[in-house]
């Protein structure tokens, strides 16, 4: 779902992570350094998709996802706590997003 379908048009970064994580949705976004430090900063998370482009139409961006979807449909890899870092079409790298938040390193 697009922000302007959930009534989030407008909204920070922060609400949009907030209302991702209450239902329980990935974020796709290619706000990378936003997302990547809001997703860093949690215990748990459904997982995030960042395409590392700017001025990407519509199409281009399909282009860049359907690869990632087609992948993670076959595999049924779970992206709890995992970043997909996408660079072009086919070409991305699915991680673990540790935890960076020095209150919770023991």
Same mark, same amino acid.
């Given at each position: 779902?697009?922000?302007?379908?959930?009534?989030?048009?407008?909204?920070?970064?922060?609400?949009?992570?907030?209302?991702?994580?209450?239902?329980?949705?990935?974020?796709?976004?290619?706000? !990378?350094?936003?997302?990547? %430090?809001?997703?860093?900063?949690?215990?748990?998370? =459904?997982? @995030?998709? +960042? $395409?590392? !482009?700017?001025?990407?139409? %519509?199409?281009?961006?399909?282009?860049?996802?359907? =690869?990632? @979807?087609? +992948? $993670?449909?076959?595999?049924?890899?779970?992206?709890?706590?995992?970043?997909?870092?996408?660079?072009?079409?086919?070409?991305?790298?699915?991680?673990?997003?540790?935890?960076?938040?020095?209150?919770?390193?023991?």
């Amino acid at each position: 779902m697009h922000v302007v379908h959930i009534g989030k048009s407008g909204a920070s970064d922060s609400e949009v992570w907030a209302y991702a994580y209450e239902h329980d949705q990935i974020v796709l976004t290619i706000n !990378a350094s936003d997302f990547l %430090r809001l997703a860093k900063n949690v215990d748990l998370h =459904p997982g @995030l998709i +960042v $395409l590392r !482009a700017q001025g990407l139409d %519509r199409d281009e961006q399909w282009e860049w996802i359907a =690869p990632v @979807l087609g +992948v $993670l449909e076959k595999s049924e890899e779970d992206l709890v706590n995992k970043v997909v870092e996408v660079v072009g079409p086919g070409k991305f790298t699915i991680r673990k997003l540790p935890r960076t938040d020095s209150s919770h390193a023991k």
